[in-house]
């Protein structure tokens, strides 16, 4: 039994090692203390590799790492990550990024709690120099305050509860919900930003890209109330740090409780300097129930994609197959079998690919176009093309994407089109689901048809003359080819015959067609 190479380049909890360890199909590698530059060596078999914050996934890396199918990063944040360049490879990257949810939430509210009691430093003034002096430690309750979340997501939203329960006025921003995700709630929802400038506490869950970083300024902080409080256990940068250290040393920020940093370890920070921060070295994550449940689901998430199953919670694919309605994954597999379809019809040198739709799946444009682009491509470029890079290859090949949306109604509910214009010429292709699974062409360059894209078909254009159906039947006949159906539809310019077959059709009798005085066209194609 041939094994699943899978390199553990990072420290997880030992649950997640003793799958690894356990599993028969997989060769477990623990590479957690191995040096970083010959840990580029141990990687060059690893066909999955598991890493944490501690291993840049960056050129050098995939360079080395040959034979890669999948990253797992363990954990929430990938920043470490270059996802461009897994995406070029073909490498598919995922992250853990539910496993640590309660974990950054409590963390969150400790937090909020250290900055608006003092907590941390009324400790230190009695353990560390025994001073008894309540008088200096009088804080500030949460009941009552107006607290600001930015970003609704896992974490946000189970902070917001928690807020609510502390029986304080909690408000949220986050473009990319629908308002009511808040509000049904009790939350309430707002779409400008400066609502959230006006709360009493404000505290970030965020990724960190390039709408999010620096979101936090010396502009925005300025609109604040004086006294406010901020809170990031999500990713350092999302409030400008220079800006930060400048309001907290001057007092517009009363305090702020900081977990993350740009650079980590951050030992030498000027935030440390200051009277009035509290500070975790990033231990969002830093429980020991998170830390089992980040390294399981990590280990589980490696063999499943080790065995090519399943690739959860994949960061560059182009469509997240659990979060579709199920009436949309029947039209990407059609789309996609439609556009390999075509590039069998006309082998010739791809030079643009359009997909069309009607109907409700034209939402999904963007995913049906990578999918008629795997389609298209796969004739040529085999195994070297997947979900991942196959805009990255079209583009290296100079072939033009584009997906655009019916502008008239053919009548169906929903209609896919995939058409590619070749240095040969144009071929278009159009399909439809009936009763929610049953996949159907019925459009072949403008000759109306009914054909499952499945199995041998030899696809023929010809003269509509008398006999060709004879003479077609005869050729195979000879050649020992069964015909399983034979679908036929007539236009203007001639007529089109789908001709399915139990045997494979070899180009003897491929040549044999094309000699007949009525053929215009003959090609062979397997789905």
Same mark, same amino acid.
């Given at each position: 039994?041939?094994?699943?190479?899978i390199?553990?380049?990072?420290?997880?909890?030992?649950?997640?090692?003793?799958?690894?360890?356990?599993?028969?199909?997989?060769?477990?590698?623990?590479?957690?203390?191995?040096?970083?530059?010959?840990?580029?060596?141990?990687?060059?078999?690893?066909?999955?590799?598991?890493?944490?914050?501690?291993? @840049?996934?960056?050129?050098?890396?995939?360079d080395?790492?040959?034979?890669?199918?999948?990253?797992?990063?363990?954990?929430?944040?990938?920043?470490?990550?270059?996802?461009?360049?897994?995406?070029?490879?073909?490498?598919?990257?995922?992250?853990?990024?539910?496993?640590?949810?309660?974990?950054?939430?409590?963390?969150?509210?400790?937090?909020?709690?250290?900055?608006?009691?003092?907590?941390?430093?009324?400790?230190?003034?009695?353990?560390?120099?025994?001073i008894?002096?309540?008088?200096?430690?009088?804080?500030?309750?949460?009941?009552?305050?107006?607290?600001?979340?930015?970003?609704?997501?896992?974490?946000?939203?189970?902070?917001?509860?928690?807020?609510? =329960?502390?029986?304080?006025?909690?408000?949220?921003? @986050?473009?990319?919900?629908?308002?009511?995700?808040?509000?049904?709630?009790?939350i309430?929802?707002?779409?400008?930003?400066?609502?959230?400038?006006?709360?009493?506490i404000?505290?970030?869950?965020?990724?960190?890209?390039?709408?999010?970083?620096?979101?936090?300024?010396?502009?925005?902080?300025?609109?604040?109330?004086?006294?406010?409080?901020?809170?990031?256990?999500?990713?350092?940068?999302?409030?400008?740090?220079?800006?930060?250290?400048?309001?907290?040393?001057?007092?517009?920020?009363?305090?702020? $409780?900081? @977990?993350?940093?740009?650079?980590?370890?951050?030992?030498?920070?000027?935030l440390?300097?200051?009277?009035?921060?509290?500070?975790?070295?990033?231990? $969002?994550?830093?429980?020991?129930?998170?830390?089992?449940?980040?390294?399981?689901?990590?280990?589980?998430?490696?063999?499943?994609?080790?065995? $090519?199953?399943?690739?959860?919670?994949?960061?560059?694919?182009?469509?997240?197959?659990?979060?579709?309605?199920?009436?949309?994954?029947?039209?990407?597999?059609?789309?996609?079998?439609?556009?390999f379809?075509?590039?069998?019809?006309?082998?010739?040198?791809?030079? =643009?690919?359009?997909?069309?739709?009607?109907?409700q799946?034209?939402?999904?444009?963007?995913?049906?176009?990578?999918?008629?682009?795997?389609?298209?491509?796969?004739? /040529?470029?085999?195994?070297?093309?997947?979900?991942?890079n196959?805009?990255?290859?079209?583009?290296?090949?100079?072939?033009?994407?584009?997906?655009?949306?019916?502008?008239?109604? /053919?009548?169906?509910?929903?209609?896919? =089109?995939?058409?590619?214009?070749?240095?040969?010429?144009?071929?278009?292709?159009?399909?439809?689901?009936f009763?929610?699974?049953?996949?159907?062409?019925?459009?072949?360059?403008?000759?109306?048809?009914?054909?499952?894209?499945?199995?041998?078909?030899?696809?023929?254009?010809?003269?509509?003359?008398?006999?060709?159906?004879?003479?077609? $039947?005869?050729?195979?006949?000879?050649?020992?080819?069964?015909?399983?159906?034979?679908?036929?539809?007539?236009?203007?310019?001639?007529?089109?015959?789908?001709?399915?077959?139990?045997?494979?059709?070899?180009?003897?009798?491929? =040549?044999?067609?094309?000699?007949?005085e009525?053929?215009?066209?003959? /090609?062979?194609?397997?789905?």
């Open positions: 039994m041939s094994k699943h190479t390199v553990v380049c990072d420290h997880i909890h030992e649950d997640g090692l003793n799958i690894l360890q356990n599993t028969e199909d997989v060769n477990y590698v623990y590479a957690a203390d191995v040096d970083k530059t010959e840990l580029l060596n141990v990687i060059k078999d690893a066909e999955v590799v598991i890493t944490r914050s501690s291993t @840049d996934v960056d050129e050098k890396f995939l080395a790492a040959q034979n890669l199918k999948a990253i797992i990063r363990a954990g929430v944040g990938y920043d470490n990550v270059d996802i461009e360049g897994c995406s070029k490879r073909g490498i598919i990257a995922m992250n853990v990024p539910t496993a640590n949810t309660i974990a950054a939430v409590e963390l969150t509210m400790a937090h909020m709690l250290s900055c608006m009691r003092k907590f941390p430093y009324a400790h230190n003034q009695l353990k560390q120099d025994r008894w002096k309540r008088e200096d430690w009088y804080g500030n309750e949460l009941y009552g305050k107006k607290l600001g979340v930015i970003g609704f997501g896992n974490i946000g939203h189970r902070v917001a509860l928690r807020a609510k =329960s502390f029986e304080m006025d909690v408000v949220t921003y @986050d473009p990319y919900i629908p308002s009511t995700k808040a509000t049904d709630l009790g309430s929802y707002t779409t400008n930003f400066d609502d959230i400038l006006d709360c009493d404000i505290t970030i869950h965020t990724p960190k890209n390039q709408e999010t970083l620096d979101m936090i300024g010396e502009e925005q902080i300025a609109k604040m109330k004086d006294g406010v409080i901020l809170i990031n256990c999500a990713r350092g940068g999302l409030y400008n740090e220079e800006a930060l250290y400048n309001n907290l040393k001057s007092g517009k920020i009363a305090m702020a $409780g900081i @977990d993350v940093f740009i650079k980590e370890p951050a030992t030498d920070h000027p440390l300097d200051l009277p009035n921060v509290t500070v975790t070295a990033h231990l $969002g994550a830093n429980t020991k129930e998170s830390q089992k449940k980040i390294a399981t689901q990590a280990a589980e998430n490696a063999i499943e994609s080790a065995r $090519g199953i399943a690739y959860p919670n994949a960061l560059n694919l182009p469509i997240d197959e659990s979060k579709i309605p199920t009436f949309v994954k029947p039209y990407i597999e059609l789309t996609q079998k439609m556009a379809l075509i590039a069998q019809n006309d082998k010739s040198e791809i030079r =643009s690919i359009n997909v069309s739709a009607e109907g799946i034209s939402e999904y444009l963007d995913s049906l176009q990578t999918f008629a682009t795997v389609g298209a491509l796969s004739v /040529s470029s085999g195994d070297e093309i997947n979900y991942v196959a805009n990255f290859i079209a583009e290296e090949k100079g072939i033009e994407l584009t997906a655009s949306e019916f502008s008239a109604h /053919s009548g169906y509910q929903n209609k896919v =089109s995939v058409k590619i214009t070749t240095s040969n010429g144009v071929q278009t292709i159009c399909g439809t689901v009763n929610e699974d049953v996949q159907r062409i019925i459009d072949i360059n403008n000759f109306s048809l009914d054909i499952e894209p499945k199995g041998k078909m030899i696809i023929m254009r010809n003269n509509d003359v008398p006999g060709v159906i004879g003479q077609v $039947g005869s050729i195979l006949a000879q050649n020992n080819i069964n015909i399983a159906d034979f679908r036929l539809s007539r236009g203007k310019d001639g007529a089109l015959a789908v001709i399915l077959v139990d045997e494979k059709v070899c180009s003897n009798t491929i =040549s044999k067609l094309e000699e007949l009525a053929a215009i066209s003959v /090609s062979y194609a397997e789905i």
